[in-house]
């Protein structure tokens, strides 16, 4: 099992919810939680199993988002391609992120490799903050929408919304491409271990880097 790794799933496509008080850190599928041992064979079945049913619901929810976005023109309102772009963000939490970390908590390790562990854990934190993002640019909307209608409805063209929402995904991407997989050239310190095989970012374990 990947040590110290749990997963999360959340479905915030259909049902938005307060996340004011969301900590980043527990965004990622991979949360942290000290002393956890491999699991018995039928733990690990039955994980397996939730993870993915889980993951298949994840998919199947937000592939109706995406389709009725493409076939209902009346839904394709600029304020709306932010539902769109936390769709895509939740549809691949549930083909990216859900079913390898499934598998590895299935195996008890990585089983994939020192390459694949660098992309999945680098699109696994995009994909969780460009979600977050995205829920706060929500929030935003709505707010200027009720405070400043008139002012904010001739602001918000469908360019701009599209720039919103690429900005959203770029920074993530650029975050933690370079952070996930320069660190360890900097560090010396894979993020898969030789000795366990466990698939961990190496950056969460030092403090400056963090804070920086």
Not at 31 to 52: C, D, E, K, M, R
Not at 157 to 181: D, E, G
């Amino acid at each position: 099992m990947l040590e110290q790794l749990s997963f999360i799933f959340f479905n915030d496509s259909l049902v938005l919810y307060n996340l004011t008080n969301y900590d980043f850190q527990e965004s990622s599928s991979t949360i942290f939680i000290s002393s956890i041992h491999p699991y018995p064979l039928q733990v690990n079945i039955a994980l397996a199993v939730i993870g993915t049913f889980t993951s298949l619901l994840t998919i199947s929810g937000n592939v109706l988002v995406l389709v009725s976005f493409f076939v209902d023109r009346q839904i394709r309102q600029p304020t709306n391609y932010f539902i769109f772009s936390l769709a895509i963000s939740d549809f691949l939490i549930g083909c990216i992120s859900m079913p390898f970390l499934t598998l590895a908590i299935y195996k008890n390790q990585w089983v994939l490799g020192s390459f694949l562990c660098d992309i999945w854990l680098s699109l696994d934190y995009t994909i969780c903050l460009a979600s977050i993002y995205t829920v706060l640019l929500i929030t935003i909307d709505r707010f200027c929408s009720v405070k400043i209608p008139a002012k904010y409805r001739n602001w918000r063209t469908k360019r701009r919304i599209i720039f919103l929402v690429l900005l959203t995904w770029f920074v993530p991407a650029l975050i933690f491409f370079i952070s996930t997989m320069g660190y360890p050239l900097y560090s010396k310190k894979p993020n898969l271990s030789t000795s366990d095989l466990q698939c961990d970012v190496q950056w969460n374990k030092n403090a400056y880097f963090n804070l920086g």
